[in-house]
């Protein structure tokens, strides 16, 4: 039955009732619009619009369709929408009676409150997908702690780091996110039920007592807004394709990593495949997915942003558009990181090829300016000793450190014999020192920051 029959003389065309109808859709909130029509039956027994019994019976009904709708039930009802679906089945339960349940309501405060209901929901899954993430990445970070790695700037070598250093470096890309999530968490909660079509409701519910009772933190202030605001979709989806950059960024690292070339780690088979012709392939589709997968939760970002601008006050059937890239930007988002934190899990690391990609490409060469300003050399003047250094390095096709003693000297009379300790990669991680850097002592307490961390609020 549909809800609004009495005003035509005429029926909808078929394919505008195809074009029309969202519970293709908006079928995943059953559960939500289920129970926010018990809160509200709540409401109207409060304001006197329904007696305790008939309330009573309302709940039962509506609890009995909780427990038993199926999916494949919803999809077949051919309802208008899910809001449809819901009060059909309940009229089809308990007669008359479940045509009081609309006073009052839109399906316009309905669908604002169903859909924040889920996304408050959502971003709990979201808020505990991520900290796995995170917590995968710091199990990782203290086993490799003291795992050198070389670190690349313009994908050229430019200074040894250590594995654990990498890895939290993505730690707090999560940490990031997660903060991001909660603090989108708390603006979205707020309760529009009880705004009616747009301009509040005539019947004077108690919306704080309303908005408690379905576990938001208040009631929405102005009945337009509440019916009309999607900021919490947009900032979910904005929060998700930034989540995902993070999480295609650290898969673009592991799948060059993962090279051939590299070869500094080795994913698990669990998580790669192979090729149908070449029979020596391993490749790393998991990562290559999560990557690619980026590029559609941006879409619904844009989407959203693009369908919501210059919307006139208050609702208008385009936020209808609101859930198809919302849903599907959230099964993705959890979706890449539940594959992120699995193949995290299985990472094996080659300590020996990253240690020689380190050793490779003149990674010292900032340490050798160093050494030549602690000698009393000015920077910009060791910076263009050490290049020429670095350039018949090149030519000899050796490393700096293979130069002798005489052979140094001959670019600069102040390098002495203790040059040598200054160019190992120890040498030069451990110098790193100061807050944030790379050297052990840094790792271990970042670890430990992180350890003792409160999860993000
Ligand atoms: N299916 C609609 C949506 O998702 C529900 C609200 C419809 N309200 C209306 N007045 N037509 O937005």
């Known amino acids: 039955m549909s809800l609004w029959g009495g005003r035509f003389a005429g029926a909808a065309d078929q394919r505008f009732k195809l074009f029309n109808d969202s519970l293709p859709v908006d079928f995943r909130l059953v559960q939500q619009d289920i ?35 199926t999916e494949e039930q919803i999809l077949a009802s051919g309802a208008e929408d899910i809001h449809s679906f819901v009060e059909g089945s309940l009229i089809a339960k308990v007669g008359d009676l479940g045509k009081k349940l609309h006073t009052g ?36 970070a203290s086993q490799e702690a003291q795992t050198v790695l070389p670190g690349y700037t313009h994908l050229q070598r430019a200074q040894p780091v250590t594995f654990g250093h990498w890895c939290l470096a993505y730690v707090e890309m999560v940490e990031r996110d997660l903060t991001r999530v909660s603090d989108a968490l708390k603006r979205l909660d707020t309760c529009p039920l009880g705004s009616g079509a747009l301009a509040g409701t005539a019947y004077n519910v108690d919306r704080q007592a309303l908005a408690q009772a379905l576990g938001f933190a208040r009631a929405s202030n102005n009945s337009l807004d509440s019916v009309s605001d999607r900021d919490h979709v947009i900032e979910l989806c904005s929060a998700a394709a930034t989540s995902m950059m993070h999480l295609s960024r650290l898969a673009e690292d592991m799948i060059f990593y993962n090279s051939g070339e590299a070869g500094f780690i080795e994913l698990a088979d669990a998580v790669t495949s192979g090729s149908s012709l070449m029979p020596q392939k391993k490749n790393p589709d998991a990562l290559e997915l999560i990557r690619g997968k980026s590029g559609r939760v941006y879409g619904s970002l844009v989407g959203i942003l693009t369908t919501m601008k210059a919307l006139p006050m208050a609702y208008n059937k385009d936020m209808q558009e609101d859930k198809e890239g919302l849903f599907d930007a959230v099964d993705t988002w959890l979706m890449c990181l539940d594959m992120t934190a699995l193949v995290l899990e299985g990472v094996k690391v080659n300590k020996a090829r990253s240690l020689a990609a380190a050793q490779q490409g003149y990674a010292n060469a900032t340490e050798l300016a160093d050494y030549l300003v602690s000698k009393g050399m000015p920077f910009r003047e060791a910076h263009h000793v050490v290049g020429e250094v670095v350039l018949a390095a090149i030519e000899a096709g050796k490393a700096l450190e293979e130069f002798t003693l005489e052979q140094m000297q001959s ?35 970042a670890l430990g920051n992180q350890q003792s961390q409160e999860p993000a609020d």
């Open 35 to 69: 129970t926010g029509s018990i809160a509200w039956a709540g409401a109207l027994k409060q304001v006197g619009v329904l007696d305790e019994l008939e309330y009573g019976s309302l709940v039962h009904a509506l609890n009995d369709l909780a427990e038993n709708v």
């Open 105 to 140: 309501r839109s399906r316009n405060d309905q669908v604002a409150t169903d859909l924040k209901l889920w996304c408050k929901e959502q971003g709990e899954e979201v808020l505990a997908a991520l900290l796995k993430v995170q917590q995968q990445l710091l199990v990782l």
């Open 411 to 445: 670019f600069s009379s102040i390098i002495d014999s203790d040059v040598y300790q200054h160019l190992t990669i120890d040498a030069t991680l451990a110098k790193r020192v100061a807050q944030g850097g790379t050297s052990l002592d840094q790792i271990a307490k």
